[in-house]
């Protein structure tokens, strides 16, 4: 019976061989360095006290059980990083020959009848932890790479889709704008063509058209020497006047802004 406290990592590693090669812990149940799991070998991989990991299949089968029976007689707190799912994993990567795969398959079936309460036991996922047989897990690890390489196409083809719907967007939008220049210049062809036929009328038709708002074109459009001709007009009364400003927006041109100004101190003296 072990009751050295301060034992190495290598001699974990022994005694847990021996718990393996006898399927029973009952020797070290007063073993504190046991009981409480004194090394945790998933910490130590990838440092050097990875050395003491043995190499030979058989004898990670042996720490393997061994580290199975632990956990479930002294009850190890280790979840997903239990030690025995990097050793298991281990033992994956060496079962290569014919022997080996059905050795594997016995050594799956043994963890399931033998396992105790760690869901994560042995293959480090809890949808795995029912799994009692090799063809079991390859079929299931199968399914999973089927299901991920169709979430990703499916994943990659709503990307695509994405993208095309931007394109479409993208193409409406600069139709709608192009659209929207010709119909604009048209309108302007237009407006230009009323302002023509508006400046061969009089100078008291066109202040009578503009007082009483019969112009069919954008105020703002109104050429400058047509206020000038306006602003001149020597008959115009402070309600004309009146009129005249309200007809102009405050989004316009800064010349026919300059032209609302005049207006306005125009009509300071009309109101004395």
């Known amino acids: 019976m072990l009751l ?45 006290l990875a050395n003491n990991i043995p190499q030979r299949l058989d004898s990670l089968i042996l720490l ?5 029976i632990c956990e479930r007689d002294f009850m190890w707190r280790g979840g997903s990083v239990a030690s025995n799912i990097n050793i298991m994993q281990i033992i994956r990567r060496k079962s290569i020959s014919q022997l080996a795969l059905r050795n594997l398959d016995k050594l799956i079936r ?5 396992k105790g309460g760690n869901r994560y036991t042995p293959f480090g996922a809890t949808k795995l932890s029912t799994v009692s047989s090799l063809s079991e897990l390859l079929q299931i690890e199968d399914m999973d790479r089927k299901n991920s390489i169709a979430q990703r196409d499916f994943e990659t083809r709503q990307m695509e889709a994405a993208k095309e719907s931007r394109r479409v967007e993208h193409e409406l939008i600069v139709k709608k704008i192009q659209e929207r220049k010709i119909k ?3 309108r302007y062809k237009i407006f230009h063509q009323q302002i023509k036929q508006f400046q061969t009328q009089t ?24 206020w000038l001709t306006i602003i001149r007009n020597q008959n115009l009364e402070a309600a004309d ?3 005249l ?22 009509r300071t003296p009309k109101l004395i």
């Open 241 to 243: 006047i009146n009129k």
């Open 110 to 114: 043994w963890t399931y009848l033998n």
């Open 203 to 226: 100078d008291a038709e066109k202040l009578n058209d503009l007082l009483s708002n019969r112009i069919s074109f954008p105020i703002n459009l109104l050429p400058e020497c047509e």
């Open 245 to 266: 400003i309200k007809l102009i927006p405050k989004n316009t041109t800064t010349e026919i802004k300059q032209i609302k100004r005049f207006l306005q101190i125009l």
């Open 4 to 48: 050295n406290k301060n034992i190495e990592q290598l001699e974990f590693i022994e005694i847990m061989q021996e718990i393996g090669l006898t399927e029973c812990s009952d020797n070290y149940k007063h073993c504190d360095p046991v009981i409480k799991q004194r090394f945790h070998l998933q910490h130590h991989f990838g440092t050097r």
């Open 64 to 68: 393997f059980k061994g580290l199975i």
């Open 184 to 186: 604009n210049a048209e």
